[in-house]
């Protein structure tokens, strides 16, 4: 049996009214049609679906039975038609992100605030995750773009990637190791110092443990932090000398911190964007892309 949804959509309308008068101005056409709709529907069925009366109409104990399991049926794909409609014109979806933390923190805030002014009814979901989670989750659909922090020139495997800005490094200390300020200090020299890092299962750890080894010099952390923004508080605490981002510093010098002038230059690190190379973005989630893009042409700029 093949019964066209326009069919049944009409009779959920009927039933929801209990009049054909008002289920025909509801879906927006005329009753002679509503009326023929209905009839070609019992035809169909082999069944009665209504009883009429002077008063409208009202289910048979097969309508009934019918109504039950299609009234579902109508109300999600009516759901679905409006969620989409809402999404073409971006005033409704949602969007899921992957970001780590550098990256939100250096690049990835304004965009959103920015969306979020621009398009209200969208919904965001930010996932903080480390560099490799994110492109996991991305691989995995988790989630429709990722925005990553990588080595300047990384590439990265079985995905689209776009460098959006570059990040500076800067190692710093607090006051109790004041006699690394103010002097040209080499990394062999540094590594003699208590170090605060981010922990081993990350790529900024990754990135400094390649560079330390570049150099001849073990990298040696004695802390490892949760988080980035956990690196400066305890620098400026006096548990060690660390490497944070240049974007960092501003907020948080308050004249404990100083950054140590190192004889060698620092790793430079990239905020990227990631796609799958085969996922077809949605309308919200093709918005924020360009937004994101827009924010990087400013920063090259």
């Given at each position: 049996?093949?019964?066209s949804?326009?069919h049944y959509?009409?009779?959920?309308?009927?039933a929801?009214?209990?009049?054909?008068?008002l289920?025909?101005?509801?879906l927006?056409?005329?009753?002679?049609?509503?009326?023929?709709t209905i009839?070609?529907?019992?035809g169909?069925l082999g069944?009665t679906?209504f009883?009429?009366?002077?008063r409208?109409v009202?289910?048979?104990?097969?309508?009934?039975r019918l109504?039950?399991?299609?009234?579902?049926?109508v109300?999600?794909?009516e759901l679905?038609?409006a969620?989409?409609a809402?999404?073409r014109?971006?005033r409704?979806?949602?969007?899921?992100v992957?970001a780590?933390?550098?990256?939100?923190?250096t690049f990835l805030?304004p965009?959103?605030k920015e969306?979020?002014?621009?398009y209200?009814?969208?919904?965001?979901r930010?996932?903080?995750?480390?560099?490799?989670?994110?492109?996991?989750a991305?691989?995995n659909?988790l989630?429709?773009?990722?925005?990553?922090?990588a080595l300047a020139g990384?590439?990265?495997?079985?995905?689209?990637a776009?460098?959006l800005r570059?990040?500076?490094e800067?190692?710093v200390c607090?006051?109790y190791?004041?006699?690394?300020?103010?002097r040209?200090?080499?990394?062999?020299?540094?590594a003699?110092y208590?170090l605060v890092a981010?922990?081993?299962?990350t790529?900024?750890?990754?990135?400094y443990?390649?560079?330390?080894?570049?150099?001849?010099?073990?990298?040696?952390p004695?802390?490892?932090?949760?988080?980035?923004?956990?690196i400066?508080?305890m620098?400026r605490?006096g548990?060690?000398?660390?490497?944070?981002p240049e974007?960092?510093?501003?907020?948080?010098?308050?004249g404990?911190v100083?950054?140590v002038?190192?004889?060698e230059?620092?790793?430079?690190r990239?905020?990227i964007?990631?796609k799958?190379?085969?996922?077809v973005?949605?309308?919200?989630?093709?918005?924020?892309?360009?937004q994101?893009?827009?924010?990087?042409r400013?920063?090259?700029?």
């Open positions: 049996m093949n019964v949804f326009d959509r009409i009779f959920c309308y009927v929801r009214y209990g009049n054909v008068t289920a025909a101005d509801a927006l056409c005329n009753q002679p049609n509503v009326t023929r009839k070609n529907l019992e169909e069944c679906l009883v009429r009366s002077n409208g009202r289910l048979t104990p097969e309508g009934e109504y039950a399991r299609v009234r579902i049926a109300e999600q794909i679905a038609e969620e989409l809402e999404a014109t971006l409704g979806g949602a969007v899921t992957g780590t933390e550098v990256a939100l923190h805030l965009v959103l969306y979020r002014q621009a209200p009814g969208i919904r965001l930010i996932s903080n995750y480390t560099a490799t989670q994110a492109i996991a991305l691989k659909s989630v429709d773009i990722a925005v990553i922090t990384e590439k990265v495997g079985g995905l689209r776009r460098e570059t990040v500076g800067a190692a607090g006051r190791f004041s006699d690394l300020c103010g040209e200090v080499t990394l062999r020299e540094l003699g208590p981010l922990g081993k299962e790529k900024t750890y990754e990135m443990s390649r560079w330390f080894s570049r150099h001849g010099v073990a990298y040696s004695v802390i490892e932090a949760a988080t980035a923004g956990q400066l508080p620098v605490s548990l060690g000398v660390g490497f944070v974007d960092f510093l501003d907020a948080g010098m308050g404990e100083c950054r002038a190192l004889a230059p620092l790793p430079q990239s905020v964007l990631l799958r190379p085969d996922g973005l949605s309308m919200a989630a093709k918005a924020l892309e360009q994101i893009l827009a924010e990087s400013r920063d090259f700029a």
